[in-house]
């Protein structure tokens, strides 16, 4: 049959023309019901654990692979490969490493001890061991955005892997109950109990004592004291610490429980106005003693301004804030902005009304630095744009910029990060490149760090002449 004068052939029209409705029904399974979300979600528990398990030993657990000599004199210590070998003929109590001939391997343990040795021994002037003034408190970093899928959980790994190599004490605490962090780090959370959600509970719980006390001095009944708030008191935050496959990393995880921590503050603080929600996360990492144990304490957040992120954000000193070069994420990443304006706004302007009627000092929310920092970056395609958003937020800008490579995606499908991953995987330049955004950020992020700390030591010597 000839074609009609002004018709396009089927074949050529787009896949949405021509879809048969019965065709289409026939397609449908039955009408789906709320159990079926279970065995869904049962299958990609199994699926996500099995997939887990790649970057795993035989044996289920992570381990953390060995550094070769030449990544150790690379990127390191900053010592030559031959003086290196020269030093360890001479020191035979020092880690040996594996390994025949010249190229060795060394856990990090051993670099560790390496460093120190050096640090001791070593050339005067040279950075062996990281710079952390003494008497002051760990700097708590948190990588925040409410927009998803801008790296927040991939950044945070990668800079909590980079201060360990640097030889930093690393304590990571994952407040998205998604779990992510949990999984790269390769830690273990059976419920809510072992995430931060007791540590909130806790807060609110002393609180709590407090209040009913005075109520039963003035002669009122007092608040309901649950079975949580009771058992919240018996947990520390070093029940809840975990050690990892890196040996200066530890974890407080997540699991998916930790949600219910977003339903339940509110409901605490309708019950008792006069706590400080904002505060929970801080006073535990606090009166823990997690602030003197640790050197850098990271905490990865839900993709929302929940009471989850709101908490991060108060406890932090230094805010990261990742984004695409896109205008959809620059955009978002505004509004975010604008949100902890306003949320932290509000609470300094109810605080500070209730301490002026009883003549107490006002409060104020104050971060060391803000940095926002461009991840999966495609420089062929999104540098105009990503100049653009470097020019509208300025100093709130790092340089670095981290590029999408094929070498991350396949760490990514590993649940593992750059620096766990063998260059002898790879091209050794391959593996190289693909290092070096993630080495640019944190020498930036690094920078903050130790400036923001020189800052505190230069004001605490003030304050101690003055």
Known sequence: MAQKPGLRPKADLP????????????????????????????????????????????DGKKRLRRFSTWEVCRYLIPVNPAHLRRVLRLNPDLPQGEGEGGSKWFTLDEVLALRDHFA???????????????????????????????????????????????????????????????????????????????????????????????????GDAPFTFDETLTEA??????????????????????????????FQVPVWRMQLRSWALWDALSNALSEGGLLDEYDIILLDTPPALGYLTINALAAADILLVPLGASFLEFDSTGRFFDMIYSTFASI????????????????????????????????????????????????????????????????????????????????????????????????EVKEVILGAWWRDQQLAKAAEEG
Not at 29 to 51: M, N, Q, V, Y
Not at 128 to 153: D, H, M, Q, S
Not at 243 to 252: A, E, G, Q, S, Y
């Open 15 to 58: 896949p949405y023309f021509s879809i048969d409705p019965a065709q289409a029904a026939r397609k449908l399974a039955g009408p789906i019901d709320a159990p079926r979300f279970a065995k869904a979600a049962a299958f990609a528990t199994r699926g996500r654990d099995d997939l887990a398990r790649r970057g795993y030993a035989p």
């Open 120 to 218: 001791a021994e070593g050339a005067r002037g040279r950075e062996y061991r990281a710079w952390r003034p003494e008497g002051l408190p760990a700097k708590v970093v948190a990588i925040a955005n409410f927009k998803g899928g801008v790296g927040k959980t991939s950044t945070a790994a990668h800079l909590a892997m980079s201060a360990a190599l640097d030889g930093y004490r690393v304590l990571v605490v994952d407040l998205d109950s998604q779990g992510s962090m949990t999984s790269i780090i390769g830690g273990k959370v059976e419920d809510e109990w072992q995430t931060v959600f007791p540590l909130l509970a806790r807060n609110y719980a002393l609180r709590l004592q407090e209040e009913n006390e005075a109520r039963v001095a003035a």
């Open 233 to 262: 008191l018996k947990v520390s935050p070093r029940n809840l610490v975990q050690k990892t496959h890196w040996p200066n990393i530890d974890l407080i995880g997540a699991q998916l429980n930790l949600y219910w921590a977003e």
């Open 348 to 443: 300094e302007e109810g605080e500070n009304r209730a301490r002026r009627a009883d003549g107490l000092p006002e409060m104020r929310f104050e971060w060391d630095a803000v940095r926002a920092l461009i991840t999966r970056f495609d420089p062929s395609q999104q540098t105009d744009l990503a100049n653009v958003i470097q020019a509208w937020f300025g100093d709130f800008m790092t340089t670095c910029r981290q590029e999408m490579t094929a070498m991350i995606g396949q760490a990514g499908e590993q649940v593992s990060g750059i620096y766990e991953t063998d260059y002898r995987d790879y091209n050794r330049e391959t593996w190289v490149r693909g290092r070096e955004p993630f080495d640019r950020t944190w020498a």
